[in-house]
């Protein structure tokens, strides 16, 4: 029965598409957004733990070895998730028109996964070897090898969960897989003499349990296809995003590689602790996109729909500078007083490292737009040139700055991507809100500066306390410049109201 219903839901959820909302879009926002701060949790619960359980030099093994499977990653997708959530809104009115297409993806996917796991296998032993010191293929590339393929098995689910607004189920399993994972981890730290690998083991056997919830998904609703002329469509669609994938690789991830060149594997444990901030923000990120895409795919383009979208846009940054906000005054405080004392040169690095964030949303708001118009050709080339430009500012200041170098370099890094993109997508004709964007940048500068000025140099209990202040009165400057719409005032006295009445009963 329990399955009959959800096959009953995965059918309404296909079948018929939805209008522009900002109440919809404010409502997933909210569930994509809680769903991540309660991953994020998990996340900064497990990692201070982790710093008294692990050295920095296992924390720089864990780094490398996520870098590895970032890069690999886009060879084994090859872009076809990308091109899932653009077809998706093609043929969303058509079931059949559904099956052929997303069933013809997850067949390639299947067998592509699997031959390319073989491949590594057979080769990969040789390959490690010759690009890592002390890093072997068995066990540590074997378990890269393995979450790969999970990885692209729930890609497909996924992806269509997101284009067809399901954000509670796809945040559900999202944070079921997530403590899943850390359970096991926690449980073979302590139990076993694992050390290390009992990360690589947890995070190998938890999404193996996870897995048949995507799996079940996908092809009991999609089940298996093949058409030449839909896998053609979709590759060229998706095999300009590998290029854009890898070259977000050397955005992002580079410089991890480049620190053990230069300072050594113990700094990369150093730096992978205070880029937890970042990748966390990204994923923030990420998860709001989720909820930001489907209506701006439908919407973008219409003269009816121009102020919706400027909308969404400004509510989309604004989420995304408050998450920022909230990591640039509290996540150095955190790592100088949760985490072992050998970790505390990471504190001052996250503020830097968090500021990207913004930047990668204004990528995003871009990138959506250049997807919107199947202007993909131009994304990889954009990618590639803010990619060279990492690698090449950790090149130069490394050497110069130290670990501090490679935070500065990704911060410069990203606001050029920001910059190329938005120059790359003035074609698409956003209509922003340019006021109200104004008045928010101002507001969360003032805010980052004045949390920087006390980050560090008071006593715990005073830095908390001015922190808190700091927190407190973003939202009342930010309201004091006339940010807020007359209907945003309306509804927020409106839900006041409703508050209050409830507490009064």
Known sequence: MGAELDAEADKRAAAAPLGSSITRLFRNASIYGFGQLVVSLISFGADPLLSYLLTRADFGLLGLTRTTTN???????????SAVNRMFFDVERDPGAQRRAIGTINTFLLGWALLLTAAQELFGPAIYARVFTNVPYAPYGR?????????????????????????????????????????????????????????????????TIMLWVHLRFAYRSFGFAFDPTVLGRALVFGLPMVVHLSSHWALEAADRLL????????????????????????????????????????????????????????????????ATLGFVIFAPTVVRTLYSSRFTEAAPLTMILSLAAPMHAVYLVHVNALFHASRTRIIPVLTFLAGAANIGLNVWLLPKLGIVGAAWATLASYAILALLFWAGSRSARLPYEKGRLARMFVVASIVALAAALVDGRFSLAAELGLKLGITLAAPVLLAATGFLTDEERAWIANKRGALAARWSS
Request: hydrophobic content about 50%.
């Open 71 to 81: 890069l690999l990653a886009n060879g084994y997708r090859l872009g076809l998730d």
């Open 143 to 207: 378990f890269v090898a393995y979450a790969l393929l999970c990885n692209t098995l729930i890609a497909v689910a996924q992806t269509v969960w997101g284009a067809q607004e399901r954000a509670k189920k796809l945040i559900g399993v999202r944070i079921v897989s997530a403590l899943l994972t850390n359970a096991i981890m926690f449980g073979l730290l302590y139990l076993s003499e694992l050390g290390v690998m009992s990360v690589y083991v947890a995070q190998a056997v938890g999404p």
């Open 259 to 322: 620190i053990e060149t230069y300072l050594g594997r113990d700094a990369v444990g150093l730096y992978t602790v205070a880029y937890g901030s970042t990748t966390t923000l990204f994923m923030i990120n990420q998860s709001v996109n989720g909820a930001y895409v489907p209506q701006f795919m439908r919407a973008h383009g219409k003269p009816s729909e121009e102020g919706f979208v400027g909308r969404a846009i400004t509510l989309f940054l604004l989420t995304v500078s408050a």
